[in-house]
Protein backbone atom coordinates (compact mmCIF):
# COMPACT_ATOMS: atom_id res chain seq x y z
CA UNK A 1 0.00 0.00 0.00
CA UNK A 2 1.00 3.41 -0.61
CA UNK A 3 1.92 5.87 2.53
CA UNK A 4 0.46 9.13 3.38
CA UNK A 5 2.57 11.45 4.80
CA UNK A 6 1.20 14.79 6.65
CA UNK A 7 3.01 17.98 6.82
CA UNK A 8 3.36 17.19 10.71
CA UNK A 9 4.75 13.58 9.65
CA UNK A 10 7.38 15.09 7.03
CA UNK A 11 8.25 17.66 9.60
CA UNK A 12 8.83 15.14 12.14
CA UNK A 13 11.30 12.86 9.66
CA UNK A 14 12.79 15.28 7.77
CA UNK A 15 16.03 17.47 8.68
CA UNK A 16 18.08 19.78 7.39
CA UNK A 17 21.34 17.97 7.13
CA UNK A 18 19.05 15.04 5.11
CA UNK A 19 17.70 17.78 2.53
CA UNK A 20 21.28 18.94 1.79
CA UNK A 21 22.92 15.49 0.71
CA UNK A 22 19.89 14.26 -0.79
CA UNK A 23 19.98 17.55 -3.23
CA UNK A 24 23.93 17.42 -3.41
CA UNK A 25 23.28 13.73 -4.32
CA UNK A 26 20.86 14.18 -7.18
CA UNK A 27 22.34 17.21 -8.68
CA UNK A 28 25.22 15.07 -9.06
CA UNK A 29 23.07 11.85 -10.56
CA UNK A 30 21.44 14.48 -13.09
CA UNK A 31 25.08 15.95 -14.78
CA UNK A 32 25.87 12.40 -14.73
CA UNK A 33 23.06 11.99 -17.32
CA UNK A 34 21.19 9.47 -14.96
CA UNK A 35 18.59 11.60 -13.02
CA UNK A 36 16.13 13.41 -15.59
CA UNK A 37 14.39 16.46 -14.41
CA UNK A 38 10.52 17.63 -16.99
CA UNK A 39 10.70 21.33 -16.40
CA UNK A 40 7.36 22.75 -14.32
CA UNK A 41 4.47 23.35 -16.27
CA UNK A 42 1.62 25.52 -15.93
CA UNK A 43 -2.53 25.62 -16.10
CA UNK A 44 -3.96 28.76 -15.39
CA UNK A 45 -7.60 29.97 -14.97
CA UNK A 46 -8.93 33.11 -13.66
CA UNK A 47 -8.90 31.79 -9.93
CA UNK A 48 -6.63 29.30 -9.81
CA UNK A 49 -2.75 27.85 -11.13
CA UNK A 50 -1.77 24.20 -11.22
CA UNK A 51 1.96 23.57 -11.50
CA UNK A 52 3.29 20.69 -12.53
CA UNK A 53 6.46 19.14 -11.70
CA UNK A 54 8.23 15.52 -12.91
CA UNK A 55 10.89 13.66 -12.17
CA UNK A 56 13.37 10.41 -12.09
CA UNK A 57 15.96 9.41 -9.92
CA UNK A 58 17.19 6.21 -10.42
CA UNK A 59 19.56 6.18 -7.44
CA UNK A 60 16.45 5.44 -5.32
CA UNK A 61 14.51 3.78 -7.64
CA UNK A 62 11.57 6.65 -7.76
CA UNK A 63 9.95 8.15 -10.25
CA UNK A 64 7.13 10.68 -9.61
CA UNK A 65 5.39 14.33 -9.94
CA UNK A 66 4.41 17.42 -7.42
CA UNK A 67 1.54 19.10 -8.15
CA UNK A 68 0.96 22.11 -6.44
CA UNK A 69 -2.05 24.45 -6.93
CA UNK A 70 -2.30 28.48 -6.11
CA UNK A 71 -5.56 29.63 -5.48
CA UNK A 72 -6.56 32.56 -3.40
CA UNK A 73 -3.42 32.71 -1.67
CA UNK A 74 -3.37 29.52 -0.63
CA UNK A 75 -1.20 26.86 -1.86
CA UNK A 76 -1.60 23.30 -1.31
CA UNK A 77 1.48 20.41 -2.32
CA UNK A 78 1.27 17.02 -3.01
CA UNK A 79 4.34 15.08 -4.38
CA UNK A 80 3.84 11.31 -5.88
CA UNK A 81 6.43 8.61 -5.58
CA UNK A 82 6.39 5.46 -7.85
CA UNK A 83 8.35 2.69 -7.20
CA UNK A 84 10.27 2.48 -10.70
CA UNK A 85 11.04 -1.58 -9.70
CA UNK A 86 7.49 -2.53 -10.49
CA UNK A 87 5.52 0.80 -11.09
CA UNK A 88 3.85 1.03 -7.81
CA UNK A 89 2.59 4.16 -6.36
CA UNK A 90 4.99 4.09 -3.06
CA UNK A 91 3.51 7.25 -1.14
CA UNK A 92 1.70 10.28 -1.05
CA UNK A 93 3.69 13.29 1.04
CA UNK A 94 1.69 16.74 1.60
CA UNK A 95 4.83 19.00 0.22
CA UNK A 96 4.96 22.65 1.87
CA UNK A 97 7.55 21.71 4.50
CA UNK A 98 9.32 19.58 2.03
CA UNK A 99 9.62 22.16 -0.55
CA UNK A 100 10.55 24.91 1.97
CA UNK A 101 13.54 22.24 2.89
CA UNK A 102 14.67 21.31 -0.40
CA UNK A 103 14.55 24.58 -1.59
CA UNK A 104 16.96 25.49 0.91
CA UNK A 105 18.95 22.66 0.72
CA UNK A 106 19.44 23.83 -2.77
CA UNK A 107 21.21 27.31 -1.90
CA UNK A 108 22.98 25.36 0.96
CA UNK A 109 24.62 23.12 -1.65
CA UNK A 110 25.26 26.01 -3.87
CA UNK A 111 27.10 27.63 -1.03
CA UNK A 112 29.00 25.23 -0.01
CA UNK A 113 30.48 24.72 -3.30
CA UNK A 114 30.21 28.84 -4.02
CA UNK A 115 30.56 30.98 -1.45
CA UNK A 116 34.18 31.37 0.42
CA UNK A 117 35.09 28.84 2.86
CA UNK A 118 35.42 31.95 5.43
CA UNK A 119 31.89 33.46 4.72
CA UNK A 120 30.33 34.49 7.83
CA UNK A 121 27.62 37.12 7.21
CA UNK A 122 24.59 36.66 5.36
CA UNK A 123 22.25 39.16 3.83
CA UNK A 124 18.71 37.98 3.28
CA UNK A 125 15.91 39.40 0.98
CA UNK A 126 12.64 38.18 2.53
CA UNK A 127 10.97 36.81 5.65
CA UNK A 128 8.39 34.45 4.58
CA UNK A 129 8.09 30.86 4.83
CA UNK A 130 10.93 29.74 2.76
CA UNK A 131 13.00 32.41 4.26
CA UNK A 132 13.19 30.06 6.69
CA UNK A 133 15.02 27.39 5.02
CA UNK A 134 17.73 29.24 3.23
CA UNK A 135 18.99 30.62 6.40
CA UNK A 136 19.15 27.28 8.16
CA UNK A 137 20.92 25.75 5.00
CA UNK A 138 23.49 28.25 4.73
CA UNK A 139 24.14 28.10 8.41
CA UNK A 140 24.78 24.43 8.13
CA UNK A 141 27.75 24.82 5.46
CA UNK A 142 29.21 27.54 6.70
CA UNK A 143 30.22 29.06 10.06
CA UNK A 144 27.68 32.08 10.17
CA UNK A 145 27.88 34.54 12.90
CA UNK A 146 25.58 37.19 11.80
CA UNK A 147 22.51 37.49 9.57
CA UNK A 148 20.48 40.27 8.57
CA UNK A 149 17.06 39.94 7.24
CA UNK A 150 15.12 42.99 5.06
CA UNK A 151 11.65 42.88 4.53
CA UNK A 152 8.92 45.34 3.82
CA UNK A 153 6.87 44.37 7.25
CA UNK A 154 8.84 45.77 10.31
CA UNK A 155 6.54 43.96 12.72
CA UNK A 156 6.39 40.70 10.85
CA UNK A 157 10.75 40.90 10.06
CA UNK A 158 11.31 41.64 13.90
CA UNK A 159 8.99 38.44 14.56
CA UNK A 160 11.00 36.81 12.11
CA UNK A 161 14.13 37.69 13.29
CA UNK A 162 13.55 36.59 16.80
CA UNK A 163 12.48 33.27 16.04
CA UNK A 164 15.24 32.58 13.19
CA UNK A 165 17.89 33.30 16.01
CA UNK A 166 16.22 30.87 18.35
CA UNK A 167 16.22 28.21 15.63
CA UNK A 168 19.21 28.57 14.12
CA UNK A 169 21.46 29.79 17.59
CA UNK A 170 22.78 32.27 16.47
CA UNK A 171 22.28 36.76 15.71
CA UNK A 172 19.76 37.02 12.95
CA UNK A 173 18.88 40.84 12.97
CA UNK A 174 16.16 43.05 10.68
CA UNK A 175 18.50 45.21 8.40
CA UNK A 176 18.33 48.86 8.35
CA UNK A 177 18.03 49.03 4.64
CA UNK A 178 18.31 47.16 1.60
CA UNK A 179 21.98 48.48 1.30
CA UNK A 180 22.69 47.23 4.66
CA UNK A 181 21.24 43.97 3.72
CA UNK A 182 24.13 43.41 1.05
CA UNK A 183 27.18 45.97 2.27
CA UNK A 184 29.25 43.76 4.83
CA UNK A 185 27.79 40.54 3.95
CA UNK A 186 30.13 37.37 2.30
CA UNK A 187 26.78 35.99 1.08
CA UNK A 188 23.48 37.46 -0.16
CA UNK A 189 20.57 35.63 -1.01
CA UNK A 190 16.80 36.54 -2.11
CA UNK A 191 13.86 34.62 -1.29
CA UNK A 192 10.84 37.20 -2.53
CA UNK A 193 7.87 37.42 -4.83
CA UNK A 194 9.50 40.88 -6.39
CA UNK A 195 9.33 41.63 -9.93
CA UNK A 196 12.26 44.41 -9.56
CA UNK A 197 15.79 43.74 -8.56
CA UNK A 198 15.91 43.97 -4.66
CA UNK A 199 19.02 45.60 -4.65
CA UNK A 200 22.18 47.39 -6.42
CA UNK A 201 24.47 44.75 -7.78
CA UNK A 202 27.27 47.98 -7.06
CA UNK A 203 26.86 47.50 -3.07
CA UNK A 204 28.57 43.58 -3.73
CA UNK A 205 31.90 43.46 -2.06
CA UNK A 206 34.67 41.08 -3.98
CA UNK A 207 34.39 37.15 -2.95
CA UNK A 208 30.14 37.57 -2.46
CA UNK A 209 27.85 34.48 -3.40
CA UNK A 210 24.47 35.50 -4.14
CA UNK A 211 21.80 32.97 -4.09
CA UNK A 212 18.83 34.29 -6.16
CA UNK A 213 15.85 31.25 -5.63
CA UNK A 214 13.27 33.65 -5.81
CA UNK A 215 12.38 34.75 -9.27
CA UNK A 216 11.13 31.50 -10.89
CA UNK A 217 8.92 32.76 -13.20
CA UNK A 218 9.61 34.78 -16.55
CA UNK A 219 7.89 37.88 -14.61
CA UNK A 220 10.10 38.00 -11.54
CA UNK A 221 13.33 39.74 -10.92
CA UNK A 222 15.13 40.53 -7.57
CA UNK A 223 19.10 40.60 -9.05
CA UNK A 224 19.65 43.36 -11.30
CA UNK A 225 22.01 43.10 -14.41
CA UNK A 226 24.80 45.00 -12.47
CA UNK A 227 24.89 42.15 -10.07
CA UNK A 228 25.22 39.33 -13.25
CA UNK A 229 27.96 41.50 -15.29
CA UNK A 230 30.07 41.44 -12.33
CA UNK A 231 29.49 37.64 -11.68
CA UNK A 232 32.48 35.30 -12.21
CA UNK A 233 30.46 32.09 -12.45
CA UNK A 234 26.77 31.89 -12.69
CA UNK A 235 25.16 28.80 -11.88
CA UNK A 236 21.42 27.41 -12.59
CA UNK A 237 19.81 24.30 -10.65
CA UNK A 238 18.97 22.94 -14.77
CA UNK A 239 19.44 25.38 -17.72
CA UNK A 240 16.26 23.20 -19.37
CA UNK A 241 14.01 24.89 -16.18
CA UNK A 242 16.04 28.40 -16.45
CA UNK A 243 15.33 29.11 -20.54
CA UNK A 244 11.84 28.99 -19.08
CA UNK A 245 11.61 30.48 -15.97
CA UNK A 246 14.44 32.22 -14.91
CA UNK A 247 13.38 36.23 -15.55
CA UNK A 248 16.68 37.39 -13.77
CA UNK A 249 18.43 36.33 -16.84
CA UNK A 250 16.29 37.07 -19.62
CA UNK A 251 17.24 40.95 -19.69
CA UNK A 252 21.10 40.46 -20.26
CA UNK A 253 20.46 37.02 -22.88
CA UNK A 254 17.93 39.24 -24.43
CA UNK A 255 20.46 41.96 -25.14
CA UNK A 256 23.16 39.11 -26.03
CA UNK A 257 25.11 40.36 -22.93
CA UNK A 258 25.20 36.67 -21.82
CA UNK A 259 24.87 33.20 -23.51
CA UNK A 260 23.49 30.14 -22.34
CA UNK A 261 26.97 28.57 -22.47
CA UNK A 262 28.30 30.93 -19.91
CA UNK A 263 25.73 29.26 -17.32
CA UNK A 264 26.83 26.26 -15.68
CA UNK A 265 24.48 23.77 -14.14
CA UNK A 266 25.22 23.15 -10.15
CA UNK A 267 25.54 19.75 -10.95
CA UNK A 268 28.60 20.11 -13.28
CA UNK A 269 29.95 22.47 -10.10
CA UNK A 270 29.92 19.44 -7.56
CA UNK A 271 31.12 16.73 -10.45
CA UNK A 272 34.00 19.04 -11.73
CA UNK A 273 33.03 19.13 -14.92
CA UNK A 274 32.31 23.21 -14.65
CA UNK A 275 34.24 25.71 -12.85
CA UNK A 276 32.69 27.58 -9.67
CA UNK A 277 34.75 30.39 -7.97
CA UNK A 278 38.34 30.39 -8.84
CA UNK A 279 39.27 33.24 -7.29
CA UNK A 280 38.94 34.77 -3.28
CA UNK A 281 37.27 37.74 -5.19
CA UNK A 282 34.86 36.39 -7.53
CA UNK A 283 31.68 37.30 -6.84
CA UNK A 284 29.23 34.26 -7.98
CA UNK A 285 25.27 33.68 -8.16
CA UNK A 286 23.14 30.52 -8.17
CA UNK A 287 20.02 30.75 -9.68
CA UNK A 288 17.24 28.53 -8.03
CA UNK A 289 14.51 27.70 -10.13
CA UNK A 290 13.51 24.06 -8.16
CA UNK A 291 13.38 21.04 -9.77
CA UNK A 292 11.36 17.74 -9.44
CA UNK A 293 13.81 15.69 -8.77
CA UNK A 294 14.94 17.43 -5.87
CA UNK A 295 11.81 16.67 -4.27
CA UNK A 296 11.50 13.55 -5.77
CA UNK A 297 14.80 12.11 -3.74
CA UNK A 298 13.75 13.49 -0.72
CA UNK A 299 10.20 12.05 -0.64
CA UNK A 300 11.77 8.30 -1.42
CA UNK A 301 13.98 9.10 1.60
CA UNK A 302 11.22 10.12 3.75
CA UNK A 303 9.48 7.01 3.03
CA UNK A 304 11.23 4.20 4.71
CA UNK A 305 11.42 6.50 7.57
CA UNK A 306 7.85 6.72 8.27
CA UNK A 307 7.56 3.05 8.14
CA UNK A 308 10.10 2.20 10.29
CA UNK A 309 9.04 5.10 12.85
CA UNK A 310 5.62 4.01 12.41
CA UNK A 311 4.64 7.49 11.04
CA UNK A 312 1.78 8.01 7.85
CA UNK A 313 -0.73 6.23 6.98
CA UNK A 314 -1.59 3.27 4.41
CA UNK A 315 -3.91 4.37 1.44
CA UNK A 316 -5.87 1.52 0.11
CA UNK A 317 -3.76 1.85 -3.22
CA UNK A 318 -0.72 1.72 -5.14
CA UNK A 319 -0.58 -2.07 -5.01
Keep these: MARFLTEDDVGRLLTMPMALDAVEAVMAEMADGAAQNIPRERLRTPGTTQHLLQGLVPSEQAVGYKVYTISQGVVRFLLHVYDTTDGHLAGILQAQTLGMMRTGAASGVATRHLARADAAVLGVFGSGRQAVGQIEAVCHVRSIREVKVHARDPRKLAAFCDAMSRRV ?57 TTLQRCNAIVVDGRAVAQKECGDLLPLLEKGRLGWGDIHELGEVITGRRPGRRDADDITCFESLGLAIQDIIVGARLLPLAHTQGLGTDLPVGI
Aim: net charge negative; glycine share 8%; proline share 5%.
Design 169 to 225: GIRVRPAESAEDTVRGSDIVTTITTSDVPVFDGAWLAPGTHVNAAGANMLSKREVDE
